[in-house]
């Protein structure tokens, strides 16, 4: 059940307005007793009321009364004083993590294989956009016509939104795609990957009939291959990210090899 403590009041500030509704204006004493607040503790608690705009006092009149703000106008000042609070407690997170951002590094290139995996749309989706994330100088995408799948729209639309946050922090983003890639795409996948992407001038695009796979290249020393379905299920089956250098050397090689016979692609 809700009550004032939830809104920040403490136990004892809600009893004392609670019963300064009920009584109207009175004395400090006399609120003592009806709100059973200890007489030592009252004038600290109505001296905080006063602060949250709560309560109202009467100075000129001995001994001193007060008197409790209309509930409505109470509780949008508790909850304006909340929302204050959360906006100010968001604001030292973001802090926090810009400060840590300049303080935590990754390690460095690794000079053993290493590899992971997920499986699964959801997985799948979270893993490119956490290794899209990472990239320092460049991503290199290529697409072949994706399988069918529920909420491709949406998942273009968050692929999208993460290589527009890297192309804003200088990272140079290709994609190297299949011809008939864009027809296979609904339409409004195609203009997310036009009208937002277009606008950079580190962004490029290009198609070759050579591509037959999809995946994506990083800092030339990561690659996420995605693994289609075995059975022709709706949408990839999972992904495999992998860090080897000889591999993604030889992937790298070849992307540029793909992409010098590659051609230009203009709006959809």
Request: proline share 7%; hydrophobic share 40%; with cysteine.
């Amino acid at each position: 059940m809700a009550s004032l403590r939830d809104l920040g009041l403490s136990e004892y500030e809600a009893r004392a307005f609670r019963s300064l509704l009920a009584t109207g204006p009175t004395t400090a004493k006399d609120l003592s007793r009806a709100s059973d607040v200890p007489m030592g503790r009252i004038y600290d608690v109505l001296n905080t009321l006063e602060s949250y705009n709560l309560v109202r006092s009467q100075a000129a009149s001995r001994p001193k009364q007060y008197v409790a703000v209309e509930p409505e106008t109470a509780l949008d000042r508790l909850l304006a004083d909340k929302k204050s609070e959360l906006e100010a407690k968001a604001e030292q997170y973001e802090e926090i993590v810009d400060e840590l951002g300049d303080r935590l590094e990754s390690a460095g290139p690794v000079a053993e294989p290493f590899w992971t995996a997920a499986v699964g749309p959801e997985e799948t989706l979270d893993l490119l956009l956490e290794r899209l994330a990472a990239a320092d100088k460049r991503i290199r995408v290529v697409g072949s016509p994706p399988a069918r799948r529920v909420g491709l729209v949406e998942a273009t639309e968050r692929v999208v939104g993460e290589l527009v946050s890297a192309l804003e922090r200088g990272v140079e983003v290709s994609l190297l795609v299949q011809p008939s890639l864009f027809e296979n795409l609904p339409e409004a996948a195609n203009h997310e990957y036009y009208d937002r992407l277009a606008p950079y001038e580190n962004y490029s695009i290009r198609a070759s009939e050579g591509v037959s796979t999809t995946f994506e290249l990083i800092d030339d020393i990561e690659v996420c291959i995605e693994v289609p379905h075995p059975l022709g299920g709706t949408g990839p089956f999972g992904v495999i990210d992998l860090k080897d250098p000889e591999f993604t050397a030889d992937i790298s090689d070849a992307f540029a090899d793909h992409w010098a016979g590659s051609n230009p692609v203009g709006p959809p």
